[in-house]
C-alpha cells in the first residue's frame, strides 16, 4: 500500500541545501544572477552583476550571508564574469538534479506501491495518482469495466442480431 507522504515534501524549492538533502551527490549549485539574465546581457564579460541581480533580498540570513562571503571574495579577487559560461552551468546543474529527483520519485512511487504503478508509465500527475487510487485504494465492488470500441463493435452486432 502507498505509505502517506506530506505534501510539503513535494513542494519545496530546489535549493542549494534541498538539493544536498534530497540528492546528496549532486554538484554544487551556486548562485546565479537571474535578474542579470537579460538579451543584451547573454554575451557579457565582465565583472560579477551587483548583488541584487542575484535575488539575495529573498535568501534567509545564512544563506544570505553565505552569499556575501562568496561574492566579496569574487570582488576581492577581481573574478571576472563569463554569463554565458555561467548560464550553461546553471542550466547543466538544474537539469541534472531534475533527472535525478525525478529517478528518485519514480523509485519511491515503486516501492510505496509494490512494484505495481511505475509513474513513468503515466503522462500526468494526475493520471498516476488516479492509477495508484485506482490500483491501490479502489475496492473491487466500486471499480468500473471501461468499455473499448472492441467491445461496442460485438455490442452493435448482437443488438442488430448479427453476433
Known sequence: MLKQRRISELLTNVDEKTA??????????????????????QN???????PQDYDMNSMN???????????KEK???G?????????????????????????KFRELILTQTNYE????DSVTIASMCMTIFRTCFLQEEHRVHLVTNS?????????????
Open 20 to 41: 544536498e538533502n534530497v540528492l546528496p551527490d549532486s554538484r554544487r549549485k551556486g548562485y546565479f544572477p537571474h535578474f542579470f539574465n537579460k538579451i543584451e546581457n
Open 61 to 71: 540570513v545564512e544563506d544570505r550571508h553565505d552569499f556575501l562571503k562568496w561574492y
Open 44 to 50: 557579457y564579460i565582465g565583472e560579477y552583476p551587483a
Open 151 to 163: 467491445d461496442l463493435a460485438l455490442q452493435t452486432q448482437w443488438v442488430n442480431g448479427h453476433g
Open 75 to 77: 570582488k576581492s579577487k
Open 117 to 120: 504503478m511505475d509513474a513513468f
Open 79 to 103: 573574478a571576472i564574469s563569463d554569463f554565458a559560461k555561467e548560464i550553461e552551468a546553471c542550466c547543466r546543474v538544474d537539469v541534472t538534479i531534475l533527472r535525478k529527483a525525478c529517478l
